[in-house]
Nanobody
Framework: DVQLVESGGGSVQAGGSLRLSCAAS????????MGWFRQAPGKEREGVVF????????VYPDSVKGRFTISQDNAKNTVYLQMNSLKPEDTGMYYC?????????????????WGQGTQVTVS
């Protein structure tokens, strides 16, 4: 099975930056969709940004385009999320997640593998 471990969360003021890391292990297939969901208190979990680990294709919602950048280092089996110009509405628990066969469906139920979460607080 795939195991995911997130790190890099913290507290910053609005306009600041953070970089999240998601280290993966246990892969048995060549193509996965990996990225982050986030959940704020009292709100539903939502997708943030995703990457196809084979081809590098990325998926961003309009709310984070121009501010967030996802990348990967295959040698380290790690996906990174660089978050700039952070806003208070970016606050939440960020969960790394992965699914088989690319980023063609981004429903939460389609992701079989999850990390433990890392807290991001923007004030």
């Amino acid at each position: 099975d795939v195991q995911l471990v997130e790190s890099g969360g913290g507290s910053v003021q609005a306009g600041g930056s953070l970089r999240l890391s998601c280290a993966a292990s246990g892969y048995t297939y060549s193509t996965y969709c990996m990225g982050w969901f986030r959940q704020a208190p009292g709100k539903e979990r939502e997708g943030v940004v995703f990457i196809n680990t084979r081809g590098g294709t990325t998926v961003y919602p309009d709310s984070v385009k121009g501010r967030f950048t996802i990348s990967q280092d295959n040698a380290k089996n790690t996906v990174y999320l660089q978050m700039n110009s952070l806003k208070p509405e970016d606050t939440g628990m960020y969960y790394c997640a992965a699914r088989r066969d690319g980023c063609y469906s981004l429903r939460m139920a389609d992701f079989a593998y999850w990390g433990q979460g890392t807290q991001v607080t923007v004030s």
